[in-house]
T-cell receptor
Framework: NAGVMQNPRHLVRRRGQEARLRCSPM?????VYWYRQLPEEGLKFMVY????????ESGMPKERFSAEFPKEGPSILRIQQVVRGDSAAYFC??????????????FGEGSWLTVV | EDKVVQSPLSLVVHEGDTVTLNCSYE??????LLWYKQEKKAPTFLFML????IEKKSGRLSSILDKKELFSILNITATQTGDSAIYLC??????????FGEGTQLTVNP
């Protein structure tokens, strides 16, 4: 039973380029989350998605960042016109069917973005 | 704003020692508290706690939640060098959003 799969694991982009990070949730999981970990900081929530729906994007920067989780295929976190401050580890997580009494959320190994 | 505070921020012990890591929180719409272990890669799930006073145990690790005093502890007995990692506490609130603490960096020396 594969875990949360992210790719690429490491990505180097020049300032102004686009970065696309992909995430396949664990089998049977329909909820996907993206978190960002800046150097020397804790994990911060970015966005929560279900298939074809963005449920909560309150943690996403207002510009240049977007996320999707299409009916078929992985979830994508897209960062346009990257800047040095976007350099971070981006973690995807998934959980099975939502319950209001607590959800076990599993993390992928992260995608490390370096902007040069 | 939801807040999760972990202490200590770092801890150095010798193999065989017992450690207690602390996590306190102030959040609205609490759902659960989760502990993760992070070793330079994916945070690995350890425990999810939803009810006060019920200890969760896995091998040498155990954890308990106090919803009245708004804190949780993670205990590790008979520590080993392989326990060296960052231990993250996170609180799930409505919308399945996790708020993380800054983590406790544990170093276990042989």
């Amino acid at each position: 039973n594969a875990g949360v799969m992210q790719n690429p694991r490491h990505l180097v982009r020049r300032r102004g380029q686009e970065a696309r990070l992909r995430c396949s949730p664990m089998k049977g999981h329909s909820h996907v989350y993206w978190y960002r970990q800046l150097p020397e900081e804790g994990l911060k929530f970015m966005v929560y998605l279900q298939k074809e729906n963005i449920i909560d994007e309150s943690g996403m920067p207002k510009e240049r960042f977007s996320a999707e989780f299409p009916k078929e295929g992985p979830s994508i976190l897209r960062i346009q016109q990257v800047v040095r401050g976007d350099s971070a580890a981006y973690f995807c997580a998934s959980s099975p069917t939502f319950t209001s009494s607590g959800n076990t959320i599993y993390f992928g190994e992260g995608s490390w973005l370096t902007v040069v | 704003e939801d807040k999760v505070v972990q202490s200590p921020l770092s801890l150095v012990v010798h193999e065989g020692d017992t450690v207690t890591l602390n996590c306190s929180y102030e959040v609205t719409n609490f759902r659960s508290l989760l502990w993760y272990k992070q070793e330079k890669k994916a945070p690995t799930f350890l425990f999810m706690l939803t009810s006060s006073g019920i200890e969760k145990k896995s091998g040498r690790l155990s954890s308990i939640l106090d919803k009245k005093e708004l804190f949780s502890i993670l205990n590790i007995t008979a520590t080993q060098t392989g326990d060296s990692a960052i231990y993250l506490c996170a609180v799930e609130t409505s919308g399945s959003r996790l708020t993380f603490g800054e983590g406790t960096q544990l170093t276990v020396n042989p």
